[in-house]
């Protein structure tokens, strides 16, 4: 398709938003003590009594931004995706509701299960997998990710997934589960390339994914919705993968790995002449800009968790179990 210059604007103010994951280094002692290099050695991302305390930071933070629908009270404990949505959904609310959330409902997580990697080099990260009240009976899960020792953890993905659809993961005899570097040649496709793949399937089809709701049953959607009377729909799909956006993977038990991803998403809206774009809710109106009149461009930004099996497993592509999008910016024209 054309590239238009609504999707060219919405793209470039997007590609400004990007942040580059710093290095830290911890400093080297003259004297006798042990000398820890934070870059080189491999050590687990977190103890678990940190691990929990990052998750209850979070929680409250996250709950007092949605009462209130004040992205800036859980701004220092979100980043990379979740931060585009969760700020995008909480700027939609205060616009559409200065008073704060009348429908606030407290966050509440139990049940929970840590997985920590360990692993040398920044980022560090671990998974939290917990039992919401909230989203019915799906898993959340939570990755959170420091670029060094003196950063506070923030929560880069937060995905849904069904009970029993995320596997075991191997751990060493201390309990630390293994990270699987973004270039690995060991899987269907590395990680780091999962989210150009993954845009790639969505515009030309092909056997990378699994059929399933995110996979084709997206993409039958699509089909269906791109050109009805009055109104056509067209689709980009652009990977995100650099500092925050990174591509964060586990070793699972079958030598395959869970893989948490991004991408970025346009779809617009054109009118007929004649016709008019269909009005959207209060929320898609509180992120847009200039005025409705013969298009409406709408920028998603997406987080992903998959199953991404051993290349020599003889699995039959990569499996998407849970996505969460949402709409961070939209332009009228």
Same mark, same amino acid.
């Given at each position: 398709m054309s590239r238009d210059r609504g999707t060219e604007r919405l793209r470039g103010r997007a590609r400004g938003a990007l942040l580059a994951a710093s290095v830290?280094?911890?400093? !080297?002692? @003259? =004297?006798?003590?042990? !000398? /820890?290099?934070g870059e080189r050695e491999v050590l687990p991302a977190a103890t678990r009594a940190e691990a929990a305390e990052a998750l209850e930071r979070f929680t409250a933070a996250y709950n007092k931004a949605d009462k209130a629908y004040d992205p800036s009270l859980d701004a220092g404990v979100t980043t990379g995706a979740l931060a585009d949505i969760d700020s995008a959904r909480l700027r939609a609310g205060q616009a559409n509701h200065p008073d704060g959330n009348p429908g606030h409902d407290p966050?509440?997580?139990?049940? !929970?299960?840590?997985?920590?990697?360990?692993?040398?080099g920044w980022p560090r990260w671990f998974l939290a997998d917990a039992r919401g009240n909230k989203g019915g009976d799906a898993r959340w899960l939570l990755v959170f990710t420091r670029d060094g020792i003196d950063d506070t953890w923030e929560v880069a993905y937060l995905t849904l997934a069904a009970p029993g =659809?995320? $596997?075991?993961?191997?751990?060493?005899?201390?309990?630390? @589960?293994? +990270? !699987?570097?973004?270039?690995s040649a060991?899987?269907? /496709?590395? $990680?780091?390339e999962l989210s150009d793949a993954y845009a790639a399937y969505l515009g030309e089809g092909g056997s990378t994914f699994k059929d399933g709701a995110h996979t =084709?049953?997206?993409?039958?959607?699509?089909?269906?919705?791109? =050109?009805? $009377?009055?109104? +056509?729909?067209?689709?980009i799909d652009e990977p995100l993968t650099n500092g925050d956006y990174a591509p964060l993977a586990l070793r699972t038990e079958d030598g395959g790995a869970l893989v948490f991803f991004t991408s970025r998403h346009y779809e617009k809206q054109t009118a007929a002449q004649g016709a008019s774009v269909p009005t959207p809710n209060q929320d898609v109106l509180a992120l847009t800009e200039g005025e409705i009149k013969q298009s409406l461009t709408?920028?998603?930004?997406s987080n992903a968790v998959a199953l991404d099996p051993a290349k020599d497993s003889g699995g039959d592509g990569v499996t998407i179990v849970g996505r969460v999008q949402g709409l961070t910016s939209a332009q009228g024209e």
């Open positions: 830290t280094v911890l400093s !080297v002692t @003259a =004297s006798g003590c042990v !000398v /820890v290099h966050l509440e997580l139990t049940d !929970v299960k840590y997985t920590i990697p360990k692993k040398a =659809s995320i $596997p075991g993961f191997p751990t060493d005899e201390d309990g630390w @589960a293994e +990270a !699987v570097p973004a270039d060991e899987l269907a /496709v590395p $990680p780091g =084709s049953g997206w993409r039958e959607l699509r089909r269906k919705q791109e =050109s009805r $009377p009055g109104l +056509a729909r067209q689709y709408m920028e998603f930004v």
